[in-house]
């Protein structure tokens, strides 16, 4: 039997890629939805000289004077070491101090400074700004519905 020759590719540039197939899984729509968070709240926290984990430590640290920072990885889900990284360069910026606790020498207890409180309010008006722009379109009751499935999936346990 003889075969028939392939037909040559199309060039796809022209051609709309589709994601449709993806699209019925929830976590790829939360992925996606995450993508578009993540890029303006990196454009709104730039001015201020913070990112996402630096703002949220900034945050959690004022929150809870003297949480450790073992504590600290826990509450924001992300490996002490990389936390440990975002604190050298608040602590540098002067916006953070580490002390030593005192029954445990290797543990260091957290505090905002005074420069890193006022920061962290700037900042935290415009992170606000830029949740009402994102999530306007949406009606405070699906706003409200929204928010109970992710602190859902939040405490779900994984």
């Known amino acids: 039997m003889k075969s028939t020759p392939a037909e ?68 924001l889900s992300v490996e002490r070491s990389n936390i440990v990284v975002v604190l050298d360069v608040l602590e540098e910026a002067g916006l953070l101090n580490r002390n030593p606790v005192p029954r445990n020498r290797r543990a260091y207890a957290l505090r905002a400074t005074l420069a890193g409180q006022r920061l962290a309010e700037r900042a935290a008006k415009a992170v606000a700004e830029h949740e009402a722009r994102l999530f306007g379109a949406l009606s405070p009751a699906d706003h409200g519905v929204l928010r109970r499935a992710l602190a859902g999936l939040k405490a779900a346990p994984g």
């Open 8 to 75: 040559p590719p199309k060039e796809r540039q022209d051609r709309e890629v589709s994601d449709g197939r993806l699209e019925q899984f929830t976590g790829y729509l939360m992925k996606r939805a995450f993508n578009v968070v993540q890029s303006d709240l990196a454009r709104v926290l730039e001015p201020f000289g913070l990112r996402m984990l630096s703002f949220s430590t900034l945050m959690v640290v004022i929150d809870n004077p003297d949480i450790t920072q073992t504590q600290l990885a826990q509450a």
